[in-house]
């Protein structure tokens, strides 16, 4: 489910080019003419933590995400983030308080998001994809049967053995064996923190990325995972056709 949840990035860049293009003509519309909305990068998608050991060695469980440079990053004490008012730009962008009239209810009939209607930047998201907001609340419980399928994967005999085999692996090249399922898509309790990745984080992460290929565990994991969400998405049926359904843009490239 992951890969219909996250759009690739070609499909991404062209929602997010669309999008601006809405919001910034509605903006204008409005008296704001000098308004751009950025655009983000694609995101890349790396739902198996680090796998490839050329890219471990240089980022090590930071991967092909990490920034090239990690100057000027915030420090982790409190930060006190004090309400400003609300400027008339804003307002136009994102709508008041009280011009949260539209309602998004579930299969249940409960209100599970309001917004407001003739906010540019919900004029441009609903410009594209009509049925955003409806998208999102099934999106959630997407979400929630794939964290379900995860979890059913882990307890089968298949995943403990390849588990196993794997921190067999990491061992016998010098690393330390895990008891933490989220490591193998995370990074190694203890590397993740503020700065470049140092020598035992790389050297961590590289042996990590060899014994997933080394063991073929992630064929075994996204197999298993596979199964899992299958038999989840039988209990829902129409769900992930109608999220699809919600979700796909009306403009899907620029130009």
Aim: a negative charge; charged letters at 25%.
């Amino acid at each position: 489910m992951d890969s219909v949840i996250n759009p690739d990035p070609l499909q991404f860049s062209a929602i997010e080019e669309a999008q601006a293009r809405a919001i910034n003509e509605c903006m204008a519309e409005k008296g704001f003419p000098a308004f751009r909305w950025e655009v983000d990068e694609p995101f890349v998608n790396e739902w198996y933590g680090v796998t490839d050991p050329e890219v471990a060695a240089v980022w090590g469980y930071r991967n092909s995400g990490a920034p090239e440079s990690f100057e000027g990053l915030p420090d982790d004490g409190p930060q006190v983030m004090q309400p400003e008012p609300m400027t008339d730009e804003l307002e136009a962008l994102v709508g008041a308080d009280e011009d949260l009239t539209a309602e998004v209810l579930n299969s249940e009939g409960i209100i599970v998001y309001r917004y407001a209607p003739d906010a540019c930047m919900n004029i441009g998201m609903l410009s594209v994809r009509p049925n955003y907001f409806e998208g999102i609340e099934l999106e959630e419980q997407l979400v929630s049967l794939a964290g379900e399928a995860s979890r059913q994967a882990q307890d089968t005999e298949e995943f403990e053995s390849a588990f196993t085999h794997w921190n067999d692996c990491v061992e016998s090249k010098g690393g330390i064996r895990t008891n933490n399922y989220r490591e193998l898509v995370g990074g190694r309790e203890g590397f993740l923190m503020e700065g470049p990745p140092g020598a035992a984080e790389i050297a961590a992460a590289t042996i990590d990325a060899e014994c997933k290929r080394d063991t073929g565990l992630l064929r075994t994991w996204s197999q298993l995972r596979a199964e899992a969400e299958a038999g989840l998405l039988a209990q829902h049926p129409g769900l992930l056709t109608t999220y699809l359904e919600y979700m796909q843009p009306k403009v899907t490239k620029s130009g």
